[in-house]
């Protein structure tokens, strides 16, 4: 059936739900998992040179970007679902269009499935099933799996 499997995830928790969903899955079908986060050229640019301090519980202090932050926190979220589920998952990064990013990244990288939350962060896409699932749903040449809200 499905042997790569490609999931979209931004941090909202609609995308949290499809990685929990699409790591089960894939536990089920003995299935390789690549999660893809695709970072929008604006929120690149606005977020990438803004220099925050990071205060340590050792007291020390670092330096490090609001984009490079807030990436972290996203994949400390992913690496304890996936560790709760007990399954491994390559995580990517993108900038760009999330649509354009997961439909080129499932061509190149040979994934038979994409899973998208139902929809995601943003006011408009919240409106109706969600830009980016409505996107890959119309542009993808594989199977895309919409995972609705709880």
């Given at each position: 059936?499905?042997?790569?499997?490609?999931?979209?995830?931004?941090?909202?928790?609609?995308?949290?739900?499809?990685?929990?969903?699409?790591?089960?899955?894939?536990?089920?079908?003995?299935?390789?998992?690549?999660?893809?986060?695709?970072?929008?050229?604006r929120?690149?640019?606005?977020?990438?040179?803004?220099?925050?301090?990071?205060?340590?519980?050792?007291?020390?202090?670092?330096?490090?970007?609001?984009?490079?932050?807030?990436?972290?926190?996203?994949?400390?979220?992913?690496?304890?679902?996936?560790?709760?589920?007990?399954?491994?998952?390559?995580?990517?990064?993108r900038?760009?269009?999330?649509?354009?990013?997961?439909?080129?990244?499932?061509?190149?990288?040979?994934?038979?499935?994409?899973?998208?939350?139902?929809?995601?962060?943003?006011?408009?896409?919240?409106?109706?099933?969600?830009?980016?699932?409505?996107?890959?749903?119309?542009?993808?040449?594989?199977?895309?799996?919409?995972?609705?809200?709880?």
């Amino acid at each position: 059936m499905y042997k790569r499997i490609l999931i979209g995830v931004d941090g909202s928790p609609e995308s949290m739900k499809a990685l929990r969903d699409a790591v089960r899955l894939a536990k089920l079908l003995n299935a390789t998992l690549d999660l893809l986060f695709v970072i929008p050229p604006r929120i690149y640019a606005q977020c990438a040179e803004q220099d925050i301090v990071v205060h340590e519980k050792n007291g020390s202090a670092t330096h490090t970007s609001l984009l490079q932050m807030e990436e972290n926190e996203l994949f400390d979220s992913i690496r304890a679902v996936t560790k709760e589920e007990g399954y491994e998952v390559a995580i990517h990064t993108r900038v760009g269009d999330a649509v354009e990013g997961l439909i080129e990244f499932s061509q190149s990288h040979g994934n038979d499935l994409i899973v998208v939350g139902s929809s995601g962060k943003g006011m408009a896409g919240r409106l109706i099933l969600g830009s980016v699932s409505t996107g890959v749903v119309h542009q993808s040449q594989v199977t895309v799996l919409v995972v609705k809200p709880e």
